[in-house]
């Protein structure tokens, strides 16, 4: 009777390690999925706000 619990104790501990081990790869796509995401956002504003100055440099250069 006491190898059946163990028995059964093992399983549902195996069965929380992958269940673990799932999470984790989900987390870690979603965080991947995310980092991607900021790159892509940071290089828009950043050109963008190289654009920006030559515009700016360019109107000044006019001006004088």
Request: glycine share 2%; net charge positive; with cysteine.
């Amino acid at each position: 009777m006491l190898t059946y619990y163990i028995i059964k104790l093992e399983k549902i501990n195996l069965f929380v390690i992958n269940n673990c081990i799932q999470i984790k790869k989900g987390a870690k796509r979603q965080l991947t999925k995310i980092l991607k995401i900021s790159q892509v956002v940071f290089r828009a504003f950043f050109l963008a706000l190289i654009d920006k100055i030559f515009v700016l440099l360019e109107h000044f250069s006019n001006t004088l």
